[in-house]
């Protein structure tokens, strides 16, 4: 989500705080909280507050007062595909942990937009319904599945079509920049490949309906084992190598990891920020791992393929809050 509009004043966060506790209550403002072990690259500086919204009426309510009392908001999900500066983020975190599933009937399915899509998985399999299964093992929620319009290869053993979760949306309910909340069709969401209206509209996802079709839970689970096996061969594992996901941008015929590969890179590391030996566009962090490491591999990696192939990377990967370090390059 990009952050709401401020009133550019500079407010410690005891004032941000104070601001907000007489809508969102003092004692679920957490002041100075780390936010490393909310992100699954485990890294980033603290939040100046976080307030842990717990259904999408709580979630719209806090940006809502955020936005209206002028503090910067940011809504942060499960923490994949965003890296958080060293220096924190600045005015109000909302860690959306809205989590309500409801069974509308006939495979339409209502989650709420801070749901784990692995949870919603489950679910949905084991109630009978097919169409999620194939995001097994996928690190997302269901506002981060549409704000990205998660995909992936399927079905085994080809993997020659990609998949998107666009595919089984239905309607999503949205919180827009004039603080109304709509619902809005798949077409409204202007899906495409990593990317929907959110990136650009200022909308924040607040639930999503989806139409699925019955299945047959032994198949399902089947598609499970392969894609999770499949996946596990060509990423590294969050709780050994924390990241990030796909660093880079996709590079139309020719592949941003293979770039990187080629130019011999896959191991190369600088701190604890290591380019993954398994797959050369995701980047790890062996322990320690701070944003500055991991801002100077990326700059590192794209001049590297910039000199051998004159191409540019594009960073897929959100950069979230306040950094030491400068912006990874842009294209002459």
Not at 97 to 103: F, L, P
Not at 280 to 305: C, E, K, S
Request: net charge negative.
């Amino acid at each position: 989500m990009n952050p709401s509009r401020s009133s550019g004043r500079h407010q410690s966060p005891q004032q941000v705080a104070d601001a907000l506790a007489p809508a969102l209550g003092t004692a679920r403002l957490r002041l100075g909280e780390p936010l490393a072990p909310y992100t699954t690259f485990r890294i980033g500086g603290p939040a100046d507050v976080l307030y842990d919204a717990t259904s999408d009426r709580e979630l719209a309510s806090a940006v809502v007062t955020a936005r209206q009392l002028g503090i910067p908001v940011f809504v942060l999900g499960l923490g994949a595909n965003i890296l958080v500066g060293d220096l924190g983020v600045r005015g109000l975190v909302v860690r959306n942990v809205a989590r309500g599933i409801t069974d509308l009937g006939g495979g339409r399915i209502r989650a709420e937009s801070g749901v784990v899509v692995a949870d919603l998985i489950r679910h949905c399999v084991a109630a009978g319904w097919s169409g999620l299964e194939h995001y097994v093992g996928i690190p997302s929620t269901v506002g981060g599945a549409v704000w990205q319009n998660l995909h992936f290869l399927a079905p085994a053993p080809e993997r020659e079509r990609t998949i998107f979760i666009e595919e089984v949306v239905e309607s999503v309910e949205l919180l827009t920049p004039a603080d109304a909340r709509v619902t809005v069709d798949r077409e409204a969401m202007a899906f495409g490949y990593d990317t929907s209206r959110l990136h650009t509209s200022g909308d924040v996802a607040l639930a999503v309906t989806f139409a699925l079709a019955a299945g047959d839970r032994a198949v399902m689970h089947r598609v499970m084992q392969e894609n999770l096996s499949w996946r596990g061969s060509r990423h590294p594992w969050l709780e050994y190598h924390p990241s990030a996901g796909s660093i880079f941008k996709k590079i139309e015929g020719v592949g941003a990891g293979r770039l990187i590969d080629q130019c011999g890179l896959k191991g190369h590391r600088i701190g604890d920020a290591q380019i993954s030996h398994i797959h050369a566009n995701i980047m790890v962090n062996l322990g320690a791992a701070t944003a500055a490491d991991v801002r100077a591999l990326i700059t590192h990696a794209q001049r590297a393929v910039a000199d051998r192939f004159d191409q540019f990377l594009e960073p897929e990967i959100g950069f979230i809050g306040e950094f030491a370090t400068p912006n990874p390059g842009s294209p002459a």
